[in-house]
């Protein structure tokens, strides 16, 4: 079993829906949970950043954790073209190196 | 401030040639990893430096070497280039403290390399 499962997708949606993007993990020592967004043929950038359970609100998107069912979730309102990209889940155990543990991605695609 | 720049951005490679890929970030960052992202597989830790003179494996270091004799410099060596390291390699550094607060990585765009 992978430590961290994601959809690959794709997914598909038009201009203004809201997308649910979710992460599924194996190891309940996960302290941080991350989103990165990667636009085609760019690095990965940090999109939201919780610690332990709850939710975080950052514009249209909200990060959401759920660590008693060991799930993670990405919630964008209001899609834009813009937002087409691949969704990255992260997460760590924290500590000195605090390396990062990656899912696969989903790549997702907002139609005007 | 230019962050993270990985060079070269493209590479094609024979079966037993080697290569160095360069990194260099102009933030001060103490930490530095290698990554390599294949399709579906998302990003896989190679190797990663928690300062100068200072290295680790990651997830996957079988084929590669790096060294840290600066802050700013961490290149990856594949030595005896296979088809299995077609990928694109990307390289990020991190503040320590920032990376505990934000979990924040920040990336270069990317070398893509192809064995063939």
């Known amino acids: 079993q992978k430590e961290v499962e994601q959809d690959p997708g794709p997914l598909s949606v038009p201009e203004g829906a809201i997308v649910s993007l979710n992460c599924t993990y194996s190891n309940s020592a996960f302290q941080y949970f991350m989103w990165y967004r990667q636009y085609s043929r760019k690095g990965p950038e940090l999109l939201m950043y919780t610690y332990s359970s709850g939710n975080k609100e950052d514009g249209r998107f909200t990060a959401q954790v759920d660590k008693s069912s060991k799930y993670i979730s990405l919630f964008i309102r209001d899609s834009q073209p813009s937002d087409s990209a691949t969704y990255l889940c992260?997460?760590?155990?924290?500590?000195?190196?605090?390396?990062?543990?990656f899912g696969t991605g989903t790549l997702l695609a907002v139609q005007p | 401030n230019a962050g993270v720049t990985q060079t070269p951005k493209f590479r094609i490679l024979k079966i037993g040639q080697s290569m160095t890929l360069q990194c260099t970030q102009d933030m001060n960052h103490n930490y530095m990893y290698w990554y390599r992202q294949d399709p579906g597989m998302g990003l896989k830790l190679i190797y990663y430096s928690v300062g100068a003179g200072i290295t680790d494996k990651g997830e996957v270091p079988n084929g590669y070497n790096v060294s840290r004799s600066t802050t700013e410099d961490f290149p990856l060596r594949l030595e005896l280039a296979a088809p299995s390291q077609t990928s694109v390699y990307f390289c990020?550094?991190?503040?320590?403290?920032?990376?505990?607060?934000?979990?924040?990585?920040?990336f270069g765009e990317g070398s893509r390399l192809t064995v063939l």
């Open positions: 992260a997460m760590s155990y924290g500590g000195a190196t605090n390396k990062l543990i």
């Open positions: 990020a550094s991190s503040d320590a403290n920032g990376l505990a607060e934000t979990g924040e990585l920040f």
